[in-house]
């Protein structure tokens, strides 16, 4: 078999995952974008890596500009891969991210299997009705759709109104990072913050949190970069408590391996959410217990796996009480050896499996 994967956004160290995912005799093409966190291009046993996708824009002023830029590069993108499908006979083409602006209009292949990681935007462009109308449009579309928890097959089903047998669910891939000691570091305790700054993802909550835990011997890093105002935040609550260190930016993979390590605790304090989440896989691929809230499919995957304690969204007492508790020494290390063992179940030769399997369903 052979298969196509638009994949614009894989790293270096999820390509394990699509060499998976290959049977013998398949072969996959991944398609990626031309940057430096990409996978390398070539080929990586039966997984060919083609880094010929534009980035975005990242010096746009305006937003008249922006939109603009936004819309040319994801035309190009468009027309790019489409070029794959043209020049080439696969059997089955997969998109593991979805354009709604794009995917609901122009000409797709089939069988096609879309991967659905935000039922809904984390950060919706239009009016709801008209979000609603495109993605019921592009999820109509597909052949088969995947998911990583049924709690998001559940939201498909009820809002959008998709056949639950169009609908497989694989759960998040873990990534391997080598040994990890079933200790928590030496010192006080390092809670962490990983991710994209947006509006979802509660930093103010934290912050408040923080207040709550004056006192505390323990230290809070946040790390990631996105929304300006939310970078300020953060920042401003670095430089007003000692015991918050803010790094604003892009995190490499080695810098992003030194941050789960250095960590006893990973939050994700987020007051909305429609997804699975890369950043509690991290943790569970460091043996970090996580505090969650209970939004999307986090609050669901944390109580099932045993690897950390869930709290309600935009309370910030309740997340300093959490973070307090997952601290206790016997507790931490039952939720750390939980996760290591989900690292083996859930790792990218397990999970590439299971999406295989997907494929033979979908190409029944």
Not at 162 to 177: A, E, G, N, T, W
Not at 227 to 235: F, G, I, K
Not at 254 to 280: C, D, H, I, N
Request: charged letters at 25%; aromatic letters at 6%.
């Amino acid at each position: 078999m052979r298969f196509h994967w638009y994949w614009p956004f894989a790293r270096r160290e999820e390509l394990d995952w699509a060499i998976g995912t290959a049977r013998d005799g398949d072969s996959v093409l991944v398609e990626v974008i031309d940057r430096r966190e990409a996978p390398e291009a070539g080929e990586h046993g039966p997984v060919t890596v083609c880094r010929d996708l534009p980035d975005v824009r990242r010096d746009v002023g305006n937003r008249v500009s922006w939109a603009a830029s936004r819309a040319s590069t994801y035309r190009t993108r468009a027309s790019t891969r489409r070029a794959h499908w043209q020049s080439d006979d696969f059997d089955l083409v997969h998109l593991h991210y979805l354009n709604r602006f794009t995917d609901a209009l122009l000409p797709l292949p089939h069988p096609i299997v879309m991967s659905v990681h935000d039922v809904v935007p984390h950060v919706p462009r239009l009016g709801a009705p008209i979000e609603h109308r495109l993605l019921s449009r592009l999820y109509g579309r597909a052949d088969g759709l995947v998911v990583h928890h049924i709690d998001l097959a559940d939201a498909l089903v009820r809002d959008f109104g998709i056949p639950s047998s169009r609908i497989h669910v694989v759960p998040h891939q873990v990534f391997p990072v080598g040994n990890v000691p079933i200790n928590p570091p030496k010192g006080p305790p390092v809670v962490l913050f990983f991710g994209a700054f947006r509006q979802n993802k509660g930093i103010e909550v934290l912050a408040e949190a923080m207040q709550h835990l004056q006192g505390e011997d323990l230290r809070l890093v946040i790390a990631g970069r996105g929304d300006d105002s939310l970078e300020d935040t953060a920042t401003q609550l670095g430089q007003s408590d000692d015991r918050v260190r803010v790094e604003v930016g892009f995190a490499t993979l080695e810098r992003k391996r030194e941050l789960f390590s250095e960590a006893s605790l990973v939050v994700m304090p987020y007051t909305a959410f429609a997804s699975q989440s890369g950043v509690l896989h991290d943790a569970y691929g460091h043996g970090r217990p996580v505090v969650v809230t209970d939004v999307g499919a986090l609050g669901d995957t944390v109580r099932e796996d045993g690897t950390g304690m869930v709290v309600a969204p935009r309370d910030p007492t309740a997340l300093a009480d959490a973070i307090r508790a997952s601290l206790e020494p016997s507790a931490w290390k039952q939720r750390a050896q939980s996760e290591l063992r989900i690292s083996v179940e859930r790792s990218p030769a397990a999970t590439g499996r299971q999406l295989r399997d997907v494929y033979d369903e979908v190409l029944r």
